[in-house]
């Protein structure tokens, strides 16, 4: 079983959708969880991390963490073009500066 | 824009030869990592240095090593380069304070090895 499991997708959406992107996780060391947003041909870019469980919103984006059940969610509201991207969950242990452990990444389109 | 480069860009190789990447990180950050990308797949985590100094390894052989240097910049070596090592290969520089140090990624090199 890997650590970590995210289903790749991929996922296409209208525009103004609400978009669940989802990973699982076996690792219960994880305490650091994080949603990347990789663009094609850069870098993954982070764009929230929450620390234990829990909810955290920003913006359009809401990310939680169920951690008795190891699962992970983020939700994009009103979804834009410009979020299309593939999606990667990331997590680490307690120190928060370890090796992150990715998912392998949901590729998402949103249609105009 | 991260803050982070990498070079170079592209790189094409031939199975059994060595590589050198590179990393200039983020002023000021005393940490950096590097990942293996497949295509289709998550970033993989290679090992990290701290300080000049490794600082946790993942799963991959002795012939990927890296060097950390003072000013901020880093190498990743790949010796007898293999065909599975065709990948994107990513920086990733961040602060180590004892609490979350967000990893700042570089846009990557991407090796074809034939």
């Known amino acids: 079983q890997k650590e970590v499991e995210q289903d790749p997708g991929p996922l296409s959406v209208p525009e103004g959708a609400i978009v669940s992107l989802n990973c699982t996780y076996s690792n219960s060391a994880f305490q650091y969880f994080m949603w990347y947003r990789q663009y094609s041909r850069k870098g993954p870019e982070l764009l929230m991390y929450?620390?234990?469980?829990g909810n955290k919103e920003d913006g359009r984006f809401t990310a939680q963490v169920d951690k008795s059940s190891k699962y992970i969610s983020l939700f994009i509201r009103d979804s834009q073009p410009s979020d299309s991207a593939t999606y990667l969950c990331?997590?680490?242990?307690?120190?928060?500066?370890?090796?992150?452990?990715f998912g392998k990444g949901t590729k998402l389109t949103v249609n105009p | 824009e991260t803050g982070v480069t990498q070079s170079p860009t592209h790189l094409i190789k031939t199975r059994g030869q060595q590589v050198t990447l590179r990393c200039s990180s983020q002023s000021g950050h005393n940490t950096v990592s590097w990942y293996q990308q497949a295509l289709g797949q998550g970033p993989q985590f290679i090992f990290q240095y701290y300080r000049e100094e490794e600082n946790g390894r993942g799963n991959f052989p002795p012939r990927f090593s890296g060097l950390q240097f003072p000013n901020y910049s880093s190498e990743l070596n790949v010796n007898a380069l293999e065909l599975d090592d065709s990948a994107l290969y990513l920086c990733?520089?961040?602060?180590?304070?004892?609490?979350?140090?967000?990893?700042?990624f570089g846009p990557g090199t991407r090796l074809t090895v034939t």
């Open positions: 990733a520089s961040s602060l180590t304070s004892g609490v979350f140090g967000e990893q700042y």
């Open positions: 929450t620390y234990s469980s």
């Open positions: 990331a997590m680490t242990g307690q120190g928060g500066s370890e090796k992150l452990v």
